[in-house]
């Protein structure tokens, strides 16, 4: 069972970056395929982005395309959700979460991180 603890969420102004990591525990990276998603109040919990087990392939929804890029390092157990050009709309609470590889399901989710960005 790998577990999952999402960093690096906050405050930043409308049009700034910031970059969330997830660091797993428990086993290794390389047998999932890793995804970001995010929740808003009173909102339902939406992908974001997801990468495959060796980081050579990715997909973006298409509210976050052209400005967030995923990334792995599973030599350091690692995923990275680098958001640039940040909206409103993208406040949120930020989960990361793994899928075995084959799955279709993601079954390991962390404990996510707020981001908010303002106005």
């Known amino acids: 069972q790998v577990q999952l603890v999402e960093s690096g969420g906050g405050l930043v102004q409308a049009g700034g970056s910031l970059r969330l990591s997830c660091a797993a525990s428990?086993?290794?990276?390389?047998?999932?395929?890793m995804g970001w998603f995010r929740q808003a109040p009173g909102k339902e919990r939406d992908f974001v982005a997801h990468?495959?087990?060796?980081?050579?392939?990715?997909y973006y929804a298409d509210s976050v395309k052209g400005r967030f890029t995923i990334s792995r390092d599973n030599a350091k157990n690692t995923v990275d959700l680098k958001m640039n050009s940040l909206k409103p709309e993208d406040t949120a609470v930020y989960y990361c979460?793994?899928?075995?590889?084959?799955?279709?399901?993601?079954?390991?989710w962390g404990q996510g991180t707020q981001v908010t960005v303002s106005s």
């Open positions: 979460a793994a899928r075995v590889v084959g799955s279709s399901r993601y079954t390991n």
């Open positions: 428990g086993r290794t990276l390389s047998s999932y395929i």
């Open positions: 990468i495959s087990w060796n980081g050579d392939s990715t």
